[in-house]
Structures are given as structure tokens and as C-alpha cells.
């Protein structure tokens, strides 16, 4: 099925006069507003991948050595035994940084993609889907080389997610691709640790960390997933010191970089980040600047399902409403409202537009 | 992705030694138990079909003229065009009878399908979700011709789902694909109405059912769809006088194809066939044989997120239920049981096994 960009989704940019533009060998098309002054709200750069969701019990994550929770690097072998093991799935879009976009997208915000699929049938989902909730996506998919990356996640029936990444066509992420005229047109530029693992993605990281800086834009990390921060510990605190405004991270990961315990976290965390949002899972999330300290409470859900994704909604509501110019505690309301939408359902891109949810949530 | 049954799956056949068969050009393990009297409950013969579900709103439906709550065929072109302007999905195996049987699978049956998909993406998802959940599908795919069948499904706030189906490789499917021993060693062939949409299905339909008779078993039949009902009226009525001893329809259905009242239409498919269950949404279902009638509430769900699947869970349950010698009211119970767990999530597949459910629910 060939899903690219349809001129419905086109549309949405503005209704101002429409213009070709070529980018590498692709033409796009893209409204004139794009090309000028702080058009997105926020730009993510991050994997493009497709998550392959299935219920499974400890006894399948222990036969295939997999830690409960967690992230692991899988190559194409391992996810075709994975996959011949696993129960029935779903296949959905996924990848942390496209949840978040997906997420800023769905609130109504002006959101932006930059991220890496193979111009086959999972590449052609994941872009369908991201296009379709209204998020730009500029990359040109790639025509050769290893498939669109998937995610096999097996979820347990206390509602944690296990995952397991075949990054594929993502080693392909480069800093070619960052666009700069994109980047500087973002107000928040936002990245994923999970960047760190393909081989020339840190160079993409980099390189749109200046562009945005040298804009006068602010610069978000999302440290993703503990074992990701035991792999990159030194150069996730050498790039929050230099290079990072807006710090997302759960109890987890921030207690694993700082390899300590939470409070002491958050006292050594925000001396080198201006602004950081943590999360504690049922215990909601801390917002940390240099001289304030909000606590904000996690919102309610019936039933937890799925928590897959949760990190990733969380920084989409809060995001959204940082650019909308909320308050912190406000964007902290909207982060924790996002999270219990997407943890009350299996999956990880949101199942009610989430403007729609939040004005409930209002009501 | 390649999905070829795993061992694991295969293992569930038994114990006993197993032998290695040629079916065609394909090699399959199979259990040599499988070769010898009635060791299936139940085997569907159906469009194997892979289901992209999106949210949309009444008016999306209006723009591309669609029927609300209907199923209407559509060519790949006007797949591509739907697909590209409705919003982002989620992939999840689909099919009527395909969600049937891997519903009988899932409650623990023993179960097989023969359908037609192609050797390509969403061909071997749709192979994967089915055996994973236990049944068998001896089928092998098309190397060439059309794509994977797809069922392109919008669905409204108010939970219906409307349809648009692109049958692709399903049109291949032929009465060389219906395995007489398989057909006769199931207690149950259970058809899909919609078999009669693909060209060469219909005379693999008349064969299974052929079979099934001369080696004693039963043959099973749900109407599917009220437009399906209309399009071949007179050649289900014939069907179900000369070969069809348990029917499936809902009230839409069944009042289609008799073109009259529900009462009226009970009454005189009563006479045509042993054995129907008659669903009606919410007011449950009416099971009736020539001198019974057997009401049946529907089984309490907190929230109705998706109706996609209600009637082949329904399916699912009654005939587990039948094979396994209930009481018919016992069956259509577990008909109910299976249907609020499909309707109490997105997509037509279970998300908790259904062993666990019905044993949950008598708890």
C-alpha cells in the first residue's frame, strides 16, 4: 500500500499558495509558511519504527533472555525468531520520538519529524501514520538496504512492555538529513537517547542541537530508556551540560545516569539543564528549574493496559503546552493527561484525538 | 518479516510422532494424530484478510460514500485513495471467519483455516497472527498475482465500523485449495458469506460443504453482511435448504434475506435450516431449532469501543461450545461471553485469551 503524504494531510500546513521544492531526489511539496519564522511548535528527530505489540507471559521474556521493562538491540535474525515465537500482534507506528510528535500532532500543535524508514510496507505504515495525525515528515525514505525498523514488544499482564528493536533502515539516519531550515523553524527541537544507537545518528543529534541553538531555539532530551543510559552515560551528561534546555526522563533512567537515588538526582540534574521534567510512573512527575521545584499528579485511568508509550505522551502534552506558552505546572497537567490516554489502551500513538481528550478531562 | 509457523505452534498438534507431508509444492509438519477421525472442533473456509483500522467521522464516511455499519468491495486504486486520506491506523489480522477461528483457538479448540494470501508483508502477518494463536492454516500463499487481501475500516464514535474491503489474493482462492481430509476430519466447516465475492470460492465452498456431508460432519454459515445477503439472496436460499445445518446472521441479515420481520424471518429460516443463532446487538441473541427458542442476553461490557468482530466472536463461542457438547443456551452463552471481549477493544481479535475470559467471567 503506498501511503505517501495525501494532499489532505498536505492542506493542514496552511492555505497559503503551494510551492515544489526539491529535496535531494524527492520532490514535496510544502506550504511557504514552513520556510519562514517559528512555523512548528516542536521538530523530533528519533528512529522511525513500527511496533509489533503481542501478549506474552515472564516465562516467554526469560527464554528469550529479555529483561522485563527494558529495551534491547536486536538484529534481523533474532526478530524473525522472536516473531515466529510470539503470540498474535498488532502492528502499529511507534518509536519514542514519533509517539511524542504523533502526540503534539493529535493536541493540535505544529509538529515535525525527521527520522529514517525504507521505502517498503512497515515504511510505508509508519509514514502513512505519522502524515495522517497531521505531523510533517520530510525524509526521504531510503530505496535500498535493511527494512523499516520494527519493534516486537510483548506486553505482560501487568501492563509493562518489553521491548525488542531491529533498528534496519535507521543506521541510515544521518546529518544529511537534518534539514536545516526545518530545525530553525521549530521552537523546541526534540531528540531521542535512543539516537545514540544507530551509528551516524549522534552526528544528526549534534548538528541539529546548533542549527537550533544558533536560532535561538531550545533543545529537549528524552533519555529513553535505562539500559540506553548505562551505554552513553558520559556523553549524555557531556551533552546536557553543553547542549541540552529541556531534560525528559522517568525515575529510572535519571536515578541510572546519576547512579544514585532520586533525590540526589534531581539535585545534580538540575544544576546542568535548565528545565527538567520527571516522571514517576503512579506517583506523577517532578518539574525541576534552578529555583523551583512542581509536583504534578498523574492523571486518572480506569485501567491500566499497556503502559507502552507513556513517556513518550508525557512529553508530547507537556511540550505542547510549553509552546503554547502554559505554565509548567499546566504543561505538567497536560503531559500526565496524555500519558493516562495512552496507558488505558494497548499501543502507543493515541486512540482519541488527544485535543478532544483533554477538553473531556476540561469538562 | 518471515512468519512461518514455528515449532512451537506446531507442537500443539500433539505429542505424538510427527511426519513430515507434502502438501503441493510446500512441506508442513503435521501431527499424524490430525490424519485420522474428527481431531478438529471447527475448520473456516474464509477471505484471509488483514485489517487497517482508523477512527474516522461521519463525514469522512459521506466523502468516499460509504454505508455506515456495511462492507463494500473496493479496487486497489480506491484502497490507495482511502488509505491515504484516512487517519493513522492500526494493522491487526482480520478476516470474519479468520477472526472466528482464531476466537475457537484462543478458547482453546482445535481449529484450522484455509484461506488465500500472497507470499508479502501483511500475507505473512496474517499467517503469523492465525497460528500463533494456535490454529492451523495449511494454505500456502500465492508467490505471484495480487497483493494480501485488506479491509480498510473506519470507525465512528459511536463504535460501528464501516468496511471497505480490497480482496487482492483472496480471488485466488479455489476449490484445488480445500483439503478433503482436513474438511473431513472437523466436526464443524464453518463458511463465510463473503466467499461468494471472490470468483473461484464459491465452488471451493460447494466442495467443503460436499465433503463435510459425505464424511458425517456439519456444515456451518454466516450471512456476513446484509449487502452480501443482497447480492446472492437466491443462491444462499438454496444453500441453506440443501447443505447448511447451522446458520449465523444478525437481525439485519436475516431480515434481508428473507425481506420481511425478524419474527417472520426466524420462522421461516427455522424451516430451512437445524440450527440458528440470530445475534441482535445489544437485546443478546435468539438460538432456534425447529421446536425451540432459546434466548440469550448479551454479556455486560463496561465500555463499547469497537464493534469490528462482535458477530464472528459470537460465531467463536457457539461453536466451542457446540463441539465441545454444551447445551445450545450454554453455547450461545459463550457466544456472548466472546463478543463482549471483542467489542471492549479496538480490532477483532482477542486481547485476552479466551480460555481466561469465559473462566473469568464465571468467577
Redesign the interface.
Known amino acids: 500500500?503506498?501511503?505517501?503524504?495525501?494532499p489532505?494531510n498536505v492542506a493542514r500546513w496552511g492555505g497559503l499558495p503551494i510551492l515544489r521544492r526539491k529535496i535531494g531526489r524527492f520532490k514535496i511539496r510544502m506550504d511557504i509558511r514552513d520556510m519562514t519564522a517559528a512555523q512548528l511548535d516542536v521538530v523530533g528527530i528519533g528512529n522511525a519504527i513500527v511496533d509489533?505489540l503481542?501478549?506474552a507471559d515472564e516465562s516467554f521474556l526469560d527464554r528469550f533472555g529479555m529483561s522485563k521493562g527494558g529495551m534491547r538491540l536486536i538484529d534481523e535474525t533474532q526478530?524473525?525468531e522472536i516473531?515466529?515465537?510470539?503470540?498474535?500482534?498488532?502492528?502499529?507506528?511507534g518509536g519514542s520520538c514519533g509517539n511524542t510528535i504523533?502526540g503534539i500532532a493529535s493536541l493540535g500543535g505544529k509538529a515535525g519529524f525527521i527520522g529514517k524508514v525504507k521505502n517498503?510496507?512497515?515504511g510505508r505504515?509508519f509514514r502513512?501514520?505519522?502524515t495522517?495525525?497531521g505531523a510533517h515528515f520530510p525524509t526521504p525514505p531510503d530505496e535500498t538496504g535493511p527494512a523499516t525498523a520494527?519493534c516486537l514488544i510483548l506486553v505482560t499482564s501487568d501492563a509493562q512492555r518489553t521491548m525488542n528493536t531491529f533498528l534496519g533502515a535507521c543506521g541510515n539516519l544521518g546529518p544529511e538529513d537534518v534539514d536545516a531550515d526545518l530545525i530553525a523553524s521549530a521552537q523546541v527541537t526534540y531528540l531521542e537517547g535512543y539516537l545514540f544507537d544507530p551509528p551516524h545518528a549522534k552526528a544528526a543529534f549534534r548538528k541539529a542541537a546548533d542549527i537550533a541553538h544558533k536560532a535561538g531555539r531550545k533543545v529537549a532530551l528524552t533519555l529513553s530508556d535505562a539500559f540506553c543510559v548505562n551505554r552513553y552515560r558520559a556523553e549524555f551528561l557531556e551533552l546536557m551540560r553543553d547542549h541540552v534546555d529541556i531534560l525528559f526522563a522517568n525515575e529510572v533512567e535519571i536515578t541510572a545516569l546519576f547512579e544514585t537515588g532520586f533525590d540526589e538526582a534531581l539535585a545534580s540534574v538540575r544544576k546542568l539543564v535548565p528545565l527538567v521534567a520527571a516522571t514517576r510512573g503512579a506517583h506523577g512527575s517532578v518539574i525541576a528549574t534552578a529555583d523551583e521545584t512542581i509536583q504534578v499528579p498523574a492523571a486518572p485511568v480506569?485501567k491500566i493496559v499497556d503502559t507502552t508509550g507513556a513517556g513518550d505522551l508525557y512529553a508530547a502534552g507537556f511540550l505542547y503546552g510549553y509552546t503554547q506558552g502554559k505554565s509548567l505546572a499546566e504543561a505538567g497537567r497536560l503531559g500526565s493527561l496524555c500519558a493516562a490516554e495512552i496507558i488505558s489502551?494497548?499501543?502507543a500513538?493515541p486512540?482519541?484525538?488527544l485535543n478532544e481528550y483533554v477538553a473531556a478531562a476540561a469538562a
Do not use: C, K, N, Q
Not at 83 to 93: C, H
Open positions: 500500500m503506498d501511503a505517501a503524504p495525501a489532505g509489533i503481542a501478549h526478530a524473525e516473531y515466529a515465537a510470539m503470540g498474535s500482534a498488532v502492528e502499529a507506528s504523533a517498503d510496507g512497515l505504515v502513512h501514520d505519522i495522517a495525525i520494527r480506569a489502551h494497548f499501543g500513538r486512540e482519541t484525538p
